[in-house]
């Protein structure tokens, strides 16, 4: 992906992503800050990936993965779940395959920091970018 401009097909659903909301295969989210823009994107390999760009929308570097590509072309999301605040990876057939192990961390997000990090409500699951 690198050299390539970030999604162009895929939906973007915000800058965050809401406890009960989930990522559907090709959705996305995505931030602009003043150091890049980053996209945290349900791959349709089942890989959830962060990557952040310049703002011309060209992907500049792999920030995060959760190293789940093979898990069923087209057939993962990812849920952030409401009633716990867990962050997981399902299958269509509803098999768990990556979690973000947040039960009970407080905050009402997904999202993308200015350092590039990814948060879990205010659990950090990465380190800068």
Request: charged share 15%; proline share 3%.
């Amino acid at each position: 992906m690198f050299g390539m401009t970030a999604p162009a097909v895929a939906q973007n659903v915000g800058t965050v992503l809401n406890r009960g909301d989930q990522l559907n295969p090709d959705d996305f989210i995505e931030v602009t800050w003043p150091g890049g823009t980053y996209w945290l994107i349900m791959q349709l390999d089942g890989n959830l990936v962060l990557y952040k760009g310049d703002r011309d929308h060209h992907v500049t570097k792999v920030c995060w993965a959760s190293n789940t590509a093979g898990r069923g072309w087209n057939s993962v999301y990812a849920k952030y779940q409401g009633q716990d605040g867990n962050f997981v990876l399902y299958t269509f057939s509803g098999f768990a395959i990556w979690a973000s192990n947040t039960v009970g961390v407080p905050g009402n997000t997904v999202d993308v920091s200015g350092r590039g990090r990814l948060f879990v409500g205010t659990k950090r699951i990465s380190g800068d970018c």
